[in-house]
C-alpha cells in the first residue's frame, strides 16, 4: 500500500505587540501517519504563538467526505 503524507494547512492570524499590527501567517505542516488531533496544537507551540491565540476554526471538509482511500478505513 502507497504511504500517504497529509498535508495540513493552516492560517495564522496573531497581534504583534512590537509594531501594532495584525500578522497573518500561512503554514504548511506534513503530517505523514499522523491523526490531526494534536496537529494544531503541536504547530502552536511549535511557533511559540500559544499566548497569543484566542479562537480557532476548522473547515471539516476532508473529515467529512474522506480522501480517495476511503474505502480501506479510517484515511482522514
Known amino acids: 500500500m502507497m504511504q500517504l ?3 495540513f494547512p493552516i492560517v ?3 497581534f504583534e505587540r512590537n509594531n501594532g499590527e495584525i500578522q497573518t501567517r500561512f ?3 506534513e503530517v505523514p501517519q499522523m491523526k ?3 496537529i494544531i496544537f503541536d504547530v502552536v507551540e511549535k511557533r511559540n504563538i500559544a499566548s497569543k491565540c484566542f479562537a480557532s476554526a476548522e473547515d471539516g471538509c476532508n473529515t ?3 480522501g480517495i482511500f ?3 478505513g ?3
Open 5 to 7: 503524507t497529509k498535508l
Open 27 to 29: 503554514l504548511i505542516h
Open 64 to 66: 467529512i467526505f474522506g
Open 12 to 14: 495564522v492570524q496573531y
Open 36 to 38: 490531526s488531533d494534536n
Open 70 to 72: 476511503r474505502a480501506e
Open 74 to 76: 479510517n484515511n482522514v
